[in-house]
């Protein structure tokens, strides 16, 4: 028997850690959840805006995270807010710990050849500034990918 899949909640926990231990900074902007609303319940949040927003100096990258479990679906909404982040040239990942690891490992990738952007006002690489190691793969994080 198949084991059922994770559930969002633990997927966020799961990514979290991963941030957490790369050196990500995250807002969680996930305010919680009120039963009713047209399809299924409503956020505290502007609809469709992204669960995480996150930030990593060590690539000068800012982007969006919408958080799902395996099998989850973007609401309209959801698809919008990606278009029009994407149509800003704003980084957006979409999905769960593998998603979220593919990403930061292109980032690593661009950081490592000095092709990521600076932000504005942040400092300028020297050159001497390189991006932590990748840690090891998350304990019990196999059944979330």
């Not at 969002?8 to 941030?19: G, H, I, T």
């Amino acid at each position: 028997m198949k084991p059922p899949a994770p559930l969002e909640k633990d997927v966020k926990r799961a990514v979290l850690n991963f941030y957490a231990q790369v050196g990500v900074r995250v807002w969680n902007l996930d305010q919680g959840f009120r039963s009713g609303g047209k399809r299924h319940g409503t956020t505290r949040q502007s609809r469709g805006i992204a669960d995480l927003y996150c930030t990593w100096s060590h690539g000068y990258a800012a982007w969006w995270v919408e958080l799902k479990r395996p099998g989850g679906k973007q609401s309209p909404e959801q698809a919008e807010f990606q278009r029009s982040v994407e149509a800003c040239g704003v980084g957006y990942v979409l999905g769960g710990v593998r998603e979220v690891v593919a990403h930061y490992q292109g980032l690593r990738l661009l950081a490592n050849r000095g092709l990521a952007a600076p932000l504005a006002g942040a400092p300028v690489p020297t050159g001497a500034e390189t991006p932590p190691p990748p840690p090891e793969p998350l304990a019990g994080a196999e059944a979330l990918l």
